[in-house]
DNA sequence: AATTAAATTTAAGTATGCTTAAAAATATAA
DNA sequence: TTATATTTTTAAGCATACTTAAATTTAATT
């Protein structure tokens, strides 16, 4: 299999998460903040990709995987998860601590060590943020049914399924206002125009950017 | 602290293996060789490194570490060791699929990680090879007082305290000889000219080769 | 629709880390 | 000691992954 270096597995894993997530494109410029490189450095790496067949790239359009990049961003994400599963479970790190390891280490995890890892923990589906694993044929566990915190509808109850930010004031805001991964809340309202939305989770009222909600997945409480 | 990439650490660790161990030392070529790249490379990055004042470099001479240099080199190296401990100890993997699995996530292992692994196993001195494991501030736990096995003197018996080696063939010889760490062993006889040393272990004689015993250290048994 | 703003692309340049080929220095052997 | 072989260095070049600055295209506003 195809193996890509460090700057073009993290510049093809955020096309990804742009084609996925409701929260972000797939444009150069959307890729360039994301990865903390120029909007000029974005195309450079399009063109380069396009033409090892990874992406498909017309001048001013969004960027799309091909199935080999899809592939590649699967493998990079099933090792980032594992790696976060594991370091939770076996260190004890906490839900940033081990976004910010796994970033690093899932680019120099060998297929066979993946694996070990996989079996170690006893294959499981979801890591710690509640985020699928995939397969290491490249299948997506999507048995999930879960939608973003933006989607839910006003008077519905849900629970809280995935907390799919990264960094540690996102798990500081989550962990201090009881969005935990289980939780119950109700959806009230949608702002519009200022691009809120309000819950009620633990008789507690909270207004909530969208953004933000847009990284938290809920599902209907069975 | 400084970063160095991974090109560089591995440079520097091979020069570190080259000042250490009496199997090699640290000329261009020698670099070269043990990193599968071309003498020019070589001589190339020891002009870099001397630049960025981790390496003395003088032209046609031997590559010397600074006290910077080393300090990188202990550093990968300590990184390296609690890798091999941990995939071991915890993963269950082979003495040669830890190292090859070490010799990778050595490079993206966060100062951070590096404790909280060398915390969970209690912080080891010693990796399963019997190597020492540097300490955070760049001590080696050198209480070791083993010699290589090129230098056990003829009729003394020996305790086999460490093997350095790092392929396949390496361990799968030492296991079907009963080369392990712990085992007894008499030193019978030097062959200069042939460069191979006679032993006796387990009631077998063995006629080993120089560049083999140079991996192998041992210990006056106590 | 025309103007302005923002995003994208191109162009030129840099640092890293390699390569091959040729030149220079050192080591080995006759 | 001189010739030969080996090693080391220099030189030129290439791919990757970035940068800044300028040109171009698209998007947003008036
Ligand atoms: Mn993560
Ligand atoms: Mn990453
Ligand atoms: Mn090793
Ligand atoms: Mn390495």
Redesign the interface.
Known sequence: MYKASIATENFIKAIYKGEQGNSMDTKPGTIAKELGITNAAATDMARKLAMKKLIDYEKYKELKLTPDGTKVALDVLRKHRLWETF?HQ????TMH?IH??AE??E????D??AE??SD?LGNPETDPHGDPIPTDDGEIPETDHSITLSMGEPGNTYKISRLSGSDKEFFDFCHSNKLEIGTSLTVQKHYIKTRMIEIEIQHTKLLLNIDLTNTIYIKKAD
């Open positions: 370091l076996v260190l004890g790190l601590e910010r390891e690093l280490l680019h120099l995890t060998s066979f060590l070990k890892i170690f």
